[in-house]
């Protein structure tokens, strides 16, 4: 049986945030488009890397050489434990790590604030052939930053504007954007925080602060839907990936990924050198 | 078999540049201390694979929360060809990206002219908790810069000094520096090279400009033997690894990560909270 043979739907087409989407109807336990379950999914993420990474060179390599402006930008959202970086492990860890530019958004520094809240994004924005990735992102600046009052009203509201102008930016030089809310239950996130404090070699990734943050958990879906209604544009398209289960998260994504790249009808660039020349010149060395 | 099975005798002991080391001594084409073929050694590549994750995540863990500032930069440096890539693809491609800092050095632009060859060099050294890895360094500005005479004599001269400075800083802050010089034969190189100039797929790797290097090879190696002479220290050693077999090459400098981690005896981070409250908190949430 074939990757392909386990969707019956295109993801891309399923968890697109369209007009009128709620993310209160999306079940986190849901697999939607994939006719399997975790033994299937498994051996369709590993058919998956193998494609993702004939791709990724092929973007890679074709940016070479004064080639194309072409890049990927990933953004993934989520709570805690929602995923993140299984993504990044598991999904982009299949890659080429010199195809892949990863940038993780911890809280800003007092340099950080001191500038407009795109001042550190923009400086790790991918370049031409890359596939970028954002571990968190610019919306968290309208995430925690509305839920946790960290800016006044009016520049929050500033803020959904100026990211769709920057994203605008991004598209306009060669970038496809995709913005990923892996979206886990409450009951998932409690279980995921219970193992963390069961095992002490999960103890490093726990943080009391996690269950702060959980306490709110319906000002964040609030502040998620608003980020969906402001900035769910026809350029910069924000997917909602039901995240209970790894698997099919981690199916989704690579799938997202799979399809922006065979839609940008990729080929290996043609040599700028004449190939018997080269020959010639290499046999006699 | 386990992995250890096939070591003969500590690749770490065996690569390292000593007393009275001559690079014109060593073959391309043997794979000291490993008593296999390329079987046993996919076998043990996959086997050290998870060996490495598991050191690599308690190395980044145990640098969270305030703990040590221990890290790894693995300097790589070889004639064209000679497989820097493919360690990055196949033995940091194991790891979790979240981990790995990878910085590849091209061509100097004209801002980094402008300054000091280290400038661009520190900006990239890994942060506490990370495996930093450098394809291509600082030491180009002793190779090419020797051999092609990008800079008057005395500056040349200078760097040796200025180099062993600025990695006696790096291990004073905590990071374990391993150089690696991944050492192809001439008919090596060719085949390679004629294998990019037939594989249309493989032609974007290939620049006429990798002839007029190979013609220069002699210089370089002289170059690289200075390298050893002036650069091979007891806190930030160089190893010369035989590259002519990929499989060698990428098990031998697997090693040598495994074994810098596990002389840092890490382990997993003690909680800085009281797991039981959190427990509870978590319980009632």
């Known amino acids: 049986m074939s990757r392909e043979s386990f969707w ?17 109807d999306v079940d986190p336990q849901s697999h939607p488009g ?19 990474a004939e791709l990724q060179e092929q973007l890679f390599a074709g940016s070479r050489m004064g080639g194309h402006k072409r890049r990927i930008l990933l953004v993934l959202q989520a709570m805690d434990t929602g995923g ?15 195809g892949v530019q990863l ?6 520094t007092e340099e950080e604030l001191d500038h407009d809240f795109l001042w550190r994004i923009s400086k790790e924005t991918p370049a031409p052939g890359m596939i970028g990735v954002f571990d968190r992102s610019h919306y968290e600046d309208v995430l925690i930053g509305r839920v ?12 959904y504007d100026a990211i769709n102008e920057f994203e605008r930016g991004q598209v306009a030089n060669g970038t496809t954007v995709i913005k990923v809310m892996l979206h886990i239950s409450a009951d998932e996130q409690k279980r995921r925080l219970e193992e963390r404090l069961e095992r002490p070699d999960k103890h490093w990734k726990f ?36 995240a209970d289960h790894k698997w099919y998260a981690r199916l989704a994504v690579q799938h997202l990924l799979i ?19 080269q020959q010639a010149r290499l046999a006699a060395s």
């Open 148 to 159: 946790r009052e960290l800016a006044p009203p009016a520049e929050i509201e500033r803020r």
């Open 207 to 242: 943080n009391p602060g996690d269950i702060d943050e959980r306490l709110l958990a319906p000002a964040y879906r609030d502040a998620f839907q608003l980020v969906f209604e402001r900035t769910a544009t026809a350029d910069a398209p924000w997917f909602v990936v039901p």
């Open 8 to 24: 019956t739907a295109d993801p891309a087409e399923l968890l697109r945030v369209g007009e009128g989407f709620e993310l209160a």
């Open 84 to 98: 993140k970086g299984g993504i990044v492990k598991h999904v982009m860890g299949a890659v080429d790590p010199q």
């Open 103 to 108: 940038a993780a958004f911890k809280k800003p």
């Open 259 to 277: 399809d922006a790249l065979e839609a940008m009808e990729l080929s290996w660039p043609a040599a700028d050198f004449d190939v018997a020349e």
């Open 34 to 52: 994939f006719d399997g379950g975790k033994a299937e999914a498994k051996a369709a993420l590993a058919e998956g890397a193998d494609i993702l």
